[in-house]
């Protein structure tokens, strides 16, 4: 076969360190979610959406054939958060943590995966980001150590 072709759709989950609710602002928040669909469209991972809260963003995507999860991920922080530095002197200390979660969607849970990250106010209404991450590790029977889980 001459042509490499792939369709890996990935949900991709991580916060601000320490959990700092840097995104607060909604206009903030609405320009950095842009940002993070800009870099992965750019990266040719496709941005399906992009959503969160204060906290913690989600983005669903296509991950490109030529980039690794780490890599895409990488990028993305990098990125992201040098160009939020210059967004305002309350925002020169932002920082993501240090992991991340990427979890496997199937062609058929792209609607329901969009919708969820399209509520995430409304989610958070009732859960926390840890509360949230950890459900997506033991849906997805992801094994991990607490102590290194969080920064």
Known sequence: MPQSLARILVHVVFST?????FLNDPEIRRRMHAYLAQICNDNDSHARIV????DHVHILCDLSRTWSIADLVGEIKRSSSKWIKTQGENLSKFSWQNGYGAFSVSQ???????AYI??????HARRTFQQEYRGFLL??????DERYVWD
């Open 118 to 123: 399209q509520n995430q106010e409304a989610h």
């Open 51 to 54: 959503g969160g809260v204060a």
């Open 17 to 21: 360190k320490h959990r700092e609710p």
């Open 108 to 114: 058929s849970q792209i609607n329901r995966v969009s």
């Open 139 to 144: 849906k997805y029977d992801v094994a991990y």
